[in-house]
């Protein structure tokens, strides 16, 4: 079993800052992939930003050059650093992680999801 913990959502002016973190616990053999997704009200999920266990890292188009990724493998813990937040950029944002609790058993995993909310 693996547990998503994550925190740093909250509310910030527009053009503001803010630091999300998810830190993966349990019983972990790998963890292949680590990313950040977002959902707004009546909106699908889409991916905002991940990284794999190569280094390669994906962003989304709308967060290109304002979020980023990173993460801290001793840790087990994935950072997303967004900057110059815009009106657009609230949702919820799920922590999820992909990978092994054994050489046999793949996991998916999500975290229970962080309000960020961006308003004057």
């Known amino acids: 079993q693996v547990e998503l913990v994550e925190s740093g959502g909250g509310l910030v002016q527009p053009g503001g800052s803010l630091t999300l973190s998810c830190t993966a616990s349990?019983?972990?053999?790998?963890?292949?992939?680590m990313g950040w997704y977002r959902q707004a009200p009546g909106e699908e999920r889409e991916l905002v930003a991940r990284t794999n266990s190569g280094g390669a890292i994906n962003y989304a188009d709308s967060v290109k050059g304002r979020f980023t990724i990173s993460r801290m493998n001793a840790m087990n813990t994935v950072y997303l650093q967004m900057n110059a937040l815009k009106p657009e950029d609230p949702a919820v944002y799920y922590c999820?992680?992909?990978?092994?609790?054994?050489?046999?058993?793949?996991?998916?995993?999500w975290g229970q999801g962080t309000q960020v909310t961006v308003s004057p």
């Open positions: 999820h992680a992909v990978g092994y609790l054994s050489p046999l058993r793949p996991y998916a995993e």
């Open positions: 349990g019983t972990i053999y790998t963890i292949n992939a």
